[in-house]
């Protein structure tokens, strides 16, 4: 195990010392993922990814939405965060399953039973913020554009599509 991963693992209460099997998850986009079995019981590390914080992603409320989705039972617990200088950390329960493909998901059975797991979170206690995926692809491109990122020639209508699809939608 490396040190860094073992330095993160000794700052979760109860942890320090303790013979812990770590593997890695594959499919984090901006996190590095990792099933950690320690104590007999099995946990997921989140250590978020450096420059996370560009793509405004806030841990601190995603922690919060995480320990809301588990109240409501259609998430893992979660078990610490903590908020360092150099690393931001969710550790959860582990809820063994098999990752959901594209085509999985579009099956009428797995869409009914994805849409009701949203429903029934949203139904749930407010959580904190607001997100708007118009906004966020709209902030992604600028911070693309700072950064000289080139862009497929359909891109305009792709944002012609975005804002169709957005002023469908109930503001």
């Known amino acids: 195990m490396d040190q860094h991963i073992e330095r993160i693992l000794s700052q979760v209460p109860g942890w320090r010392g303790a013979e812990a099997v ?19 019981e099995t946990f997921v590390l989140r250590i978020g990814g450096r420059g ?4 405004g992603i806030d841990r601190g409320r995603e922690r919060t939405c995480t320990a809301i989705a588990a109240q409501v039972g259609v998430g893992a617990g979660v078990v610490h965060f903590f908020a360092s200088e150099s690393d931001e950390v969710l ?8 990752s959901i493909s594209p085509e999985t998901a579009a099956r009428p059975e797995m869409l009914r039973r994805i849409v009701d797991a949203i429903r029934h ?10 997100f708007s995926p118009f906004q966020t692809v709209r ?13 497929p020639g359909t891109l305009p209508q792709v ?11 109930p503001q």
């Open 22 to 40: 770590v593997t890695p998850l594959l499919g984090g986009i901006t996190n590095q993922n990792y099933r950690v079995d320690i104590a007999g």
């Open 52 to 55: 996370t914080h560009l793509l």
């Open 91 to 98: 550790v959860t329960r582990f809820i063994p399953g098999e």
């Open 121 to 130: 979170y949203h139904a749930g206690p407010d959580f904190p913020g607001a």
């Open 139 to 151: 902030s992604y491109h600028r911070l693309a554009l700072e950064y000289n990122v080139a862009f």
């Open 159 to 169: 944002f012609s599509l975005m804002a169709a699809a957005a002023e469908a939608l």
